[in-house]
C-alpha cells in the first residue's frame, strides 16, 4: 500500500514515477474523496465535542430548575446527524480503500522507465563455456543421465511437469542442501512455512487482488486459501500486525518450499523441460529492516545470490531491471541471470527486491522507533536463493562432457555422496 501523505504532496511527482512502471491512473477523484474525508472526521469529532458539552450541562440545568428535554432533543438530533456522517465516512473510507490496494508500488527514482527491453546488465560473472564438440540441451541430459521423467511426469500430472529420478533426485536434493547450508551459515533463521495461506497472506504480499488469479485456489474450504507461489508470500506475513522493537531488527529469513504456479510451460524452445513448469523448488531468502537499514539488506541479498551461482562455478550476469518489468509490489529489482548453452540466452535464477514499507503497510507490520518511541513501518525485502528448476538445466549444460556425462559442480559433491561425474544410462 502507498502513502497516501506521499500522493497528498505531490501527486504529480508520483503519477510520473508511476508510469515509468505503465501505470497510468489519476489522483483527482482519491484526493476529492480525501478532502471530503477530512470535513466528515472535522464534523463528526466536533459534533461529538458539542454532544459532551450539551450532557455535561445536564446537571447543572436541572439545579437551574430549567427545562433539560431541548438540550436532550438537540443531542438526539446532533447524534442522528453523527450516524449519517459515520456512515458517508466508512462509504468513503471503503472507496479510498479500494483505489489504493490496487495501485503497484512507487519504483525508486533511479531507475529508468518501461519493460524488460529497459533492463540494463550491470555485471558478468565468468566466460561463456565454449565446447569442442556438438552440444546437448538440458532435456536430452537429463533423459540420457537417468535424471528427469518428463514423459511420466505429464502422464501422472500434466504437461509441465518432470519427476526427478535417481541421481537427478539427488542432485536437485544436494542443490537445495548447498543453498541451506549457504544461508546457515551467514546467520539467516530456516523456516518451513505451511504451503495452503489465507487471501490475506496475499493481499500483504502484493499479489492480491490484481494478481488474485494466477494463483491455484482450493475449492471447498472456509476460508478460502490458496497454494504459495513462492515462499515469499509466507514469509512477508510472519509479523503481520506485530509491532517489534527496534532492537529487533533486522530479521533474516529462508524458507525451502515447492511454488506452484499457474503460468505452465511453453512450447518455445527456451522453456523447454523445466525452464518453467506448474511446481518447482525454491529457496527464498526475506528480511525485516529499518528503513536506514533497507539499502544495505537489498545489496546484501544480491550478493549472497550471486555468490551462491559463483561457488556452483556457472556463467551468469546481473541486471539491474526497468521499472516497468519490477513486480506489483516492489520498487527495485536486481535479477541474477545463468547462461543456458543451447538456446544462448540467459535466465532468471533470483529476483532481489526491495519493497519498502508497500507490503508493511498492507499488514501493519511496524516497529518501536528508539529515540523517539514512534512506530515506524518495516521495509521488506527478499531474493530467491535460489530456484533450482533453471540452476538444475545451466550445470547439465555447462558441465557436459563430449562423451555425454556431465561433471558435477565441487560444492555439490559432498551432498552427492561424493559422485564426480554423472554417465549415461542410456
Known amino acids: 500500500m502507498l502513502d497516501i501523505n506521499r500522493i497528498r504532496e505531490n501527486p504529480e511527482k508520483v503519477k510520473e514515477l ?51 428535554s431541548k438540550i436532550f432533543a438537540k443531542v438526539k438530533e446532533i447524534a442522528k446527524n453523527n450516524a449519517e456522517n459515520e456512515a458517508k465516512l466508512k462509504e468513503l473510507d471503503q ?14 527514482e533511479d531507475l529508468v522507465g518501461g519493460g524488460k527491453e529497459n533492463n540494463k546488465v550491470i555485471h558478468t560473472y565468468g566466460k561463456k563455456p565454449e565446447f569442442g564438440f556438438k552440444i546437448k540441451d538440458h532435456v536430452e541430459l537429463a533423459e540420457s543421465l537417468g535424471l528427469v521423467d518428463y514423459e511420466r511426469g505429464g502422464k501422472i500430472a500434466g504437461r509441465g511437469s518432470w519427476i526427478y529420478t ?82 529487533d531488527l533486522p530479521r533474516k529469513f529462508f524458507a525451502y518450499t515447492p511454488c506452484y ?24 531468502m526475506v528480511q525485516y529492516t529499518t528503513q536506514e537499514g533497507s539499502d544495505a539488506a537489498f545489496q546484501e541479498l544480491v550478493n549472497k545470490a550471486v555468490s551462491l551461482v559463483e561457488k556452483l562455478g556457472l556463467h551468469f550476469q546481473v541486471s539491474k531491471l526497468a521499472a516497468g518489468d ?11 541471470e545463468v547462461f ?14 526491495n519493497a519498502r514499507d508497500y507490503q508493511a503497510r498492507r499488514g501493519m507490520m511496524r516497529y518501536r522507533d528508539k529515540a523517539t518511541g514512534k512506530t515506524k513501518y518495516m521495509h521488506t525485502l527478499n531474493a530467491s536463493g535460489l530456484a533450482t528448476s533453471r540452476i538444475f538445466p545451466a550445470i547439465l549444460e555447462q558441465y557436459q562432457q563430449e562423451d555425454g556425462s556431465v561433471l558435477v559442480p565441487e560444492v555439490l559433491q559432498p551432498f552427492m555422496g561424493g559422485i564426480k561425474v554423472l554417465k549415461p544410462v542410456k
Do not use: C
Open 326 to 336: 519490477i513486480s506489483h509490489s516492489m520498487a527495485r529489482t536486481y535479477d541474477i
Open 95 to 108: 472507496k479510498i480503500y479500494d483505489f489504493m490496494v490496487v495501485l503497484p508500488n512507487i519504483p525508486d
Open 18 to 68: 508511476l508510469k515509468r512502471k505503465m501505470w497510468d491512473t489519476d489522483f483527482k477523484e482519491l484526493l476529492e474523496w480525501d478532502a471530503q474525508r477530512k470535513e466528515l472526521i472535522q464534523s463528526v469529532e466536533g459534533n461529538k465535542a458539542e454532544m459532551n458539552r450539551l450532557s455535561a450541562s445536564v446537571p447543572q440545568a436541572k439545579k437551574n430548575g430549567e427545562d433539560v
Open 261 to 284: 504456479r499457474r503460468e505452465a510451460g511453453s512450447y518455445r524452445t527456451e522453456e523447454r523441460g523445466m525452464i518453467r513448469g506448474y511446481q518447482f523448488d525454491k529457496v527464498e
Open 166 to 247: 535417481n541421481l537427478g533426485a539427488r542432485l536437485e536434493w544436494a542443490i537445495l542442501n548447498f543453498f541451506i547450508s549457504e544461508h546457515l551459515k551467514d546467520g539467516y533463521e530456516f523456516i518451513l512455512p505451511p504451503h495452503l495461506l489465507n487471501e490475506e497472506s496475499g493481499l500483504v504480499a502484493g499479489q492480491f487482488p490484481k494478481f488474485k488469479e494466477d494463483v491455484f485456489w482450493l475449492e471447498g474450504l472456509e476460508p478460502k486459501r490458496f497454494l504459495l507461489p513462492t515462499a515469499e508470500t509466507a514469509l512477508v506475513n510472519l509479523y503481520r500486525n506485530e509491532i517489534l522493537s527496534e532492537d
Open 340 to 353: 543456458i548453452p543451447s538456446i544462448g540466452i540467459y535466465k532468471e535464477v533470483s529476483s532481489a527486491s
